[in-house]
């Protein structure tokens, strides 16, 4: 069963403009990778991430990084992956509140309604892999390959509202 998600939640880019997400997904699907950069867990899995979201960069999707600091720490923190793909910034996590989750990393689907249609929390590589499958079968893509050699090893994660 799909989540809602209020079409008001604030998606804020690097550039400091802010749109409610119901307008970055009027089109387009929203493939979300979500990160606390100041834990540990979510520096391991940065590059991950990126890998995952690089499978579906030419997708009939969006496929963003999340992060809940604010612009220049966002953009030291994604390095390189802050200029390959769109990079959101949320300071008091008030868009990972509106999605409803509760652990970070997190991996995140949301449909053309605004409706979360699969997630991953913490660093669970089957989970994430079930989340791609899910983006892939409705992208009517192929399935980036989770886990990888080299990935971390399976982790809880950290509380995703700090």
Not at 36 to 45: G, K, M
Not at 47 to 59: Q, S
Not at 120 to 131: H, N
Request: charged fraction near 25%.
């Amino acid at each position: 069963m799909a989540i809602d998600v209020s079409a008001d939640v604030p998606l804020t880019r690097l550039d400091g403009e802010t749109r409610p997400i119901d307008e970055w997904t009027t089109t387009f699907h929203l493939a979300l990778v979500v990160l606390d950069p100041y834990t540990y867990e979510s520096a391991w899995i940065l590059d991950t991430a990126g890998r995952i979201l690089r499978g579906f960069a030419e997708a009939d999707c969006r496929t963003a990084f999340l992060v809940t600091c604010d612009n220049d720490e966002a953009a030291t923190f994604l390095g390189p992956w802050a200029e390959e793909f769109l990079a959101f910034v949320d300071p008091e996590r008030v868009a990972v509140k509106g999605l409803g989750l509760e652990k970070l990393p997190a991996f995140v689907h949301v449909n053309q309604a605004r409706q979360i249609d699969a997630v991953a929390e913490g660093w669970a590589p089957d989970d994430w892999r079930r989340v791609a499958e899910d983006l892939a079968g409705v992208m009517s893509w192929s399935v980036p390959e989770v886990p990888q050699a080299g990935d971390p090893q399976a982790y809880e994660g950290t509380p995703a509202l700090g």
